[in-house]
Every structure is written in structure tokens, then in C-alpha cells.
């Protein structure tokens, strides 16, 4: 300290330094993770900067780094998907969550996701999902009467305890389930009804560890694909509020808060 | 009903059918499965029996069908081990604990072995274990202490509930765990700390699956070599008591009784 705080976030390059090769000037780039991004003014290596188009919305490339990397990963690194496949998840109305269902959607496979309240169905459906169901002990019955009886290849559970029993009894036989978080707080539970007779496996993602172990070329790749569809108006996140840096605390309740119907942003004063 | 129990068993060959080609009389041969084995006299097709070596201890080979297997596949199928990794197992006391225990140590791996109370560590020392420890909350430290911190690359679960979590924090970082039983009756507990953090990912083991799916020829390959160790008395199970079949009542009482120091065996009578 004292440290600039901020992990994600967009910029446009305003001066370039003697000599310096790099993207233009006016060119929209993707910050450097690690350097702090709550700021009006960021000095840069001009390497570190991805350039991003000009002409998308600022505000949901801010949101490029994390979310929509995590939910494009978890739909194509744990379980060999074809279109017209089911993938199910819980905490569908997460900042991850709405990415898969968009995601999914683009790559043609169909989704049930399970949300925690009533209040949450309608966000859900409005993003284009399959199936939304509130959790709660029936649900693998519910599920299979909402897909016929489909044979659901992937789970993804950011919610751990039984949560996660819950939606490995939704999964077909041999199917993989990805844990991600737990909103629950409690540690994954699954039946070796599941794991033993059903064969499913349960395995984690973590994408700090994904940019770590992954070629840089691959990671530019997946970045560049995921801004072009944000910039296409295909990739977006609902965002409840902006606050200014000055408004942190005021921006940290309101993120901290329940029942958001969004993301809240910190915006550079002068933007 | 009427039906004979029985699941595993071996026989001698004491007459073959007209024109039949097969195993020689007296030939040992392990029992088709599914047919009853606790009996005298069993009528099967020549084709289906396996011939086994003839000098070995019939009791040993009677218990080949299950646990062997069971053992070698759990050590062979879910990580990639080379001789001088580290294994863990909990349930290290079972049926299948002790071949695991004996087979690892004939493949060069060492073992770490969990036991659920006192009184079994001794019997699991005797098998060649490396490390046998009773379980515990500081599981992970002790295991740590033990091993001088190696990279425990495999983790094999027989009991669930939080024995699971406790057996997955004992884990390298990218280890494979496999659950196999819930002797603890509880479903398995996983902390997203392994899953995601450190990505441990969890699998079930279905012997009967295997059979369902594998090549006749790489069953008869891998019972064939279970039985050449048997034979060569490198592998084998403690055996607290054989009862004959009229004796149903009271084996089936030892074998349900807690604290016991080997398997029930139930033998033809006039064996």
C-alpha cells in the first residue's frame, strides 16, 4: 500500500512514449490484470495492452476479463459438447452463470438453469435459456420432465454443499461436472450413487490457474473471440449501476447487497 | 427363487460333456459369475470357465473375481503412476485396501494407508505398507510428516462423508481421487479449496461396469495375471474363518460383525 485497486477493465491509449511501438492512440485496450484499474491514467508496457474494438461499449468490455473467459472455458474444456447437447448449471444468474447461457446458446447447446429464488427465473430467461428451475430436492425429476428425459452432458456448480448432489442427479451417465464456486459456502457433496454407479466425475476450474499454465497466443485468442461478440452485442451482462472511484463505498454496499439485477462498475471520473 | 448364492468361487473340473471342448478334469477354473458358487457341483458352459493355476491355495484363488481387480484398476486406471509415487487409500483394512496395498507395493509405488481405528494399523504394517495412519482431522499434517511432503498423486476413497475431504487435502496439486464405497454411509465431501484451488478432481470405480465395457481378452489378461500372483503367493487376503454352505446363518453373521481380521469364506463341504 498504498495500491491501486481494480482487476479488470478498458482504457484508450492516450500518449505513447518515445520510441514506443504499440497500439495507436485512441485505440481501446484491455488493461494489464495485476497493475490496478481503478484509475483515470494508467502507465503501461505497450506489449501488455490488447487491443479491443474501438466501437464497442466500454462498460461491457470492462467485464471481458473474468467472466466471459471463465463461462467459455467451463462449456468447452470438461465435456466434449455437439450442438443440440444439454449442458445444465446452478447459479445461472451469476455474473459466469449469464455468460454460459449466452454462450451456449451461440454454440447451439441447450441449457436448464437453476437459480436460488423465484425473483432470479425471469432474468434468467430473458438471456435466452432453455430451462429455469428454482433448486430445491425434486429437481432431477423436474429436469427431466422440462428436457424429455435428455441425457445432460456437462453440470457446472457454483453453488457446492448439496447443491451440488442435486445437480449431479440431473446428469447423464459418464457426464463430467465442473465446480467453479460455492456460493453456498459449504463443500461439494456427491453421492457415490453418482460417481460409482453413474460415473460421473467431479472436477474444479479456476481461471488464474488457466492463464497461468496456457500459451499466451491461446489466451489472446479466446479474449480476441470473446470482445468481438461483446462488440456484436452477442456477449453482454446486465450492469445495475456505475459509481465514480470517489463513490467506492458506496459502490462496495451496493455490490455487497442481495438481490442485484446486475453488476455494478467503477467509471474514471472524466468518462 | 430357488437360487444359489454366491458370486465368486473356484472349482476343479470333474467331468466334461460329450464332444466338449474344454479345460482338462482337474483342471482348476475360476466360476462364471452370476451362476451361484456356494455349491458342490455347479453345470456351466466350457467356455466361460477360466482355467487357473492348479497349485495354488483354492481359498486365495476364490477371491479373485472381486477385490483383485477391484485393486488393480483403481492403481492402474485414474493416474499415471511411476514406481517411487506416493498413493493414499482410505479403508486401508478392506478386502480391496489390502490387495491395493500389496499391488502397489509389487508395482514400485509407495502407499499411505488410513485406517478408522487403532486396532488395524498393525494388520495393514504386515502387508508391506509404507505408512499406515489412523484418521483424523490433522490427517493432512500427519500424512505431510510421513511422507516428507511428496506429491501424493493418486487418492483412493472407500469410506465418503468427510473422510473424502480429508483424504483430498492429503493430495499433490492436479492429483486424481477415485471413490469406490461409502463405508461411512454418507455421500462424499469435497472442499472447492481442492477442486478449484488445487485440482484434485474426483471419480467413481464400478468393477461391474468395467466388466460390462472392457474386451473380454483384457479381463482374461488381468485375471490371469491377478492369478499368476496369487499362485506365486505374492498376493493374497487374510482369512478369519471358512464356514460350510449348511453354516449360512452363522458366516453371515462372522462377516457382518465389525472388527474382523479377514474375509469369510464359504467352502463346498466336502472340500
Known sequence: LPAVGGSEGVGRVVELGPDTQGPAV????????????????????????????????????????????????????????QPGDWVIQNGANSGVGSYVVQLAKLRGFKTVNIVRRESAVAGVEGLGADVVLVDGDDLAERVKA???????????????????????????????????????????????????????????????????????QKQLALLTELAGLIAAGKLSAPIQATYDVAQIKEAVAAAAAGERQGKILITPSHA
Open 146 to 216: 422440462a428436457t424429455g428425459g435428455a441425457a445432460i452432458k456437462l453440470g457446472i456448480d457454483a453453488v457446492g454443499g448439496k447443491a451440488t448432489m442435486r445437480l449431479a442427479a440431473c446428469l447423464g451417465e459418464g457426464a463430467s461436472m465442473v465446480n467453479y464456486g460455492a456460493l453456498s459456502g459449504e463443500p461439494c457433496v456427491v453421492s457415490p450413487r453418482e460417481l460409482v454407479f453413474r460415473d460421473v466425475c467431479l472436477k474444479g476450474f479456476w481461471l488464474a490457474r488457466w492463464f497461468r499454465t496456457t500459451a499466451q
Open 26 to 81: 485512441g485505440q481501446t485496450v484491455l488493461l494489464p490484470p495485476g497493475g490496478g484499474t481503478w484509475a483515470t491514467h494508467v502507465v503501461a508496457a505497450a506489449a501488455r495492452l490488447v487491443p479491443l474494438p474501438n466501437a464497442a461499449d466500454p462498460k461491457q468490455l470492462a467485464m471481458l476479463t473474468v467472466n466471459p473467459p471463465t463461462a467459455s472455458l467451463l462449456l468447452s474444456d470438461f465435456a466434449s459438447l
